[in-house]
């Protein structure tokens, strides 16, 4: 064998090499990517059950039921909602009427079973991916620059 063409099989074997080592990183990134979705994105795309995501929303007045770790609520970004069920310690500062942000996936029934459960951090803080599909469900409006107003239906 000549050494050109020794030369050309080391360059071919990287390159393969090299296609391969990317192709597994592109794979394991696109594996652990989580996507956000409002509830709307939810109910109007139909995910696919035992998919991983992000939902956020705000917790529905009323809907939270509780019993021993098990808790079930409500989360709605106005136009739609999704039934929660979580097991577990809930933060400190969960509570209805909050923005909240859960990981997990839906069931085959259409709840979703999170994994985790996050809570905003104080009252003039939203989540900034529910603050953008409550924007965009045309339910919040800009207040004093930085602060996001709900706007109830009817005023």
Same mark, same amino acid.
């Given at each position: 064998?000549?050494?050109? $063409?020794?030369?050309?099989?080391?360059?071919?074997?990287?390159?393969?090499?090299?296609?391969?080592?990317?192709? =597994?990183? =592109?794979?394991?990134?696109? !594996?652990?990517?989580?996507?956000?979705?409002?509830?709307? &994105?939810?109910? !109007?795309?139909?995910?696919?059950? &035992? $998919?991983?995501?992000?939902?956020?929303?705000?917790?529905?007045?009323?809907?939270?039921?509780?019993?021993?770790?098990?808790?079930?609520?409500?989360?709605?970004?106005?136009?739609?909602?999704?039934?929660?069920?979580?097991?577990?310690?809930? %933060? &400190? =500062?969960?509570? !209805?009427?909050?923005?909240?942000?859960?990981?997990?996936?839906?069931?085959?029934?259409?709840?979703?079973?999170?994994?985790?459960?996050?809570?905003?951090?104080?009252?003039?803080?939203?989540? %900034? !991916?529910?603050? &953008?599909?409550?924007?965009?469900?045309?339910?919040?409006?800009?207040?004093?620059?930085?602060? =996001?107003?709900?706007?109830?239906?009817?005023?």
């Amino acid at each position: 064998m000549s050494r050109k $063409r020794k030369r050309l099989l080391a360059v071919l074997g990287l390159m393969a090499g090299l296609t391969v080592a990317v192709t =597994l990183v =592109l794979s394991a990134f696109n !594996e652990n990517l989580v996507f956000f979705h409002s509830p709307s &994105d939810v109910v !109007e795309k139909q995910l696919p059950p &035992d $998919r991983r995501f992000r939902i956020g929303g705000l917790v529905v007045q009323g809907s939270v039921k509780k019993d021993g770790l098990n808790t079930e609520f409500t989360i709605t970004d106005m136009r739609h909602e999704v039934r929660v069920s979580y097991t577990g310690m809930l %933060p &400190d =500062l969960f509570r !209805e009427g909050q923005g909240v942000v859960a990981n997990g996936k839906l069931d085959r029934e259409g709840r979703f079973i999170a994994a985790e459960v996050l809570a905003k951090h104080d009252e003039n803080y939203m989540p %900034p !991916e529910v603050a &953008d599909a409550l924007k965009k469900s045309g339910q919040w409006h800009e207040n004093n620059g930085d602060h =996001l107003k709900l706007v109830k239906p009817g005023s």
